[in-house]
């Protein structure tokens, strides 16, 4: 099976800089994405990582190190309108065809 | 271009009822996954499919059947709803061709009472 850990809530600053962290324990995984979902709406995608490394799309960066279990999203620059929660998860198997595995999600709450 | 679509947005069952989930794409993918949100357990995979006439469980699929008869639809069927399957329900495609492009749409709230 897929075991996904994210912080259940975080609280940054307009203008600052948050990392939101990622930890799976897994047999193996396509790609890991992250979403981002507003209240009452469908995730959003962000990014998505296959190999070791940061992406980097904008505001938003994401890293994956495989050998450690380990993401993250950065988010630099932050707005009002980043408030909402940020969804780690993993791709299973099949090329994408099997779906994908969630974490619980992580509620960032921005502060003026 | 609608994307995913899915209805109802909104609904209200009996406990026993049953009812059906209807997921459409116009995109020609075919992956079509059902989700379901409950708060503090963020998505879990209920069904998936791989193509029509191909479908397999996820996580958590007791008390949900599904049919894929065609590329285009993939519905969600509760035979006898039950106040546990309360939840927002999210319904996504995405092509063979491109694992990481994956479709999701608006969801539907279904509440069992």
């Known amino acids: 099976g897929q075991n996904i850990d994210q912080p259940t809530e975080m609280t940054a600053t307009e203008g600052a800089i948050v990392q939101i962290n990622c930890t799976y324990q897994?047999?193996?995984?396509?790609?890991l994405f992250w979403y981002q979902q507003h209240a009452g709406e469908a995730p959003t995608f962000l990014s998505y990582n296959v190999l070791d490394g940061l992406e980097e799309k904008g505001r938003f960066s994401s890293f994956l190190s495989r050998s450690k279990g380990y993401s993250y999203l950065l988010l630099k620059e932050l707005q009002m309108k980043d408030s909402a929660s940020y969804l780690c998860a993993l791709q299973r198997g099949g090329g994408g065809a099997d779906g994908l595995t969630f974490g619980k999600g992580t509620h960032l709450i921005i502060q003026p | 271009n609608a994307g995913v679509t899915q209805t109802p947005k909104f609904q209200v069952l009996k406990t026993g009822q049953s009812m059906t989930l209807q997921c459409a794409q116009d995109m020609n993918h075919e992956y079509m996954s059902w989700y379901r949100q409950d708060p503090g357990m963020g998505l879990r995979l209920i069904h998936y499919?791989?193509?029509?006439?191909?479908?397999d469980q996820g996580e958590v699929p007791n008390g949900y059947n599904v049919s894929r008869s065609t590329t285009e639809d993939f519905p969600l069927r509760l035979l006898s709803a039950a106040p546990s399957q309360t939840s927002v329900y999210f319904c996504?495609?995405?092509?063979?061709?491109?694992?990481?492009?994956?479709?999701f749409g608006e969801g539907s709230w279904l509440t069992v009472v």
């Open positions: 996504a495609s995405s092509p063979r061709s491109s694992g990481n492009t994956i479709y």
């Open positions: 499919s791989v193509g029509a006439g191909i479908t």
């Open positions: 897994t047999s193996g995984f396509n790609g």
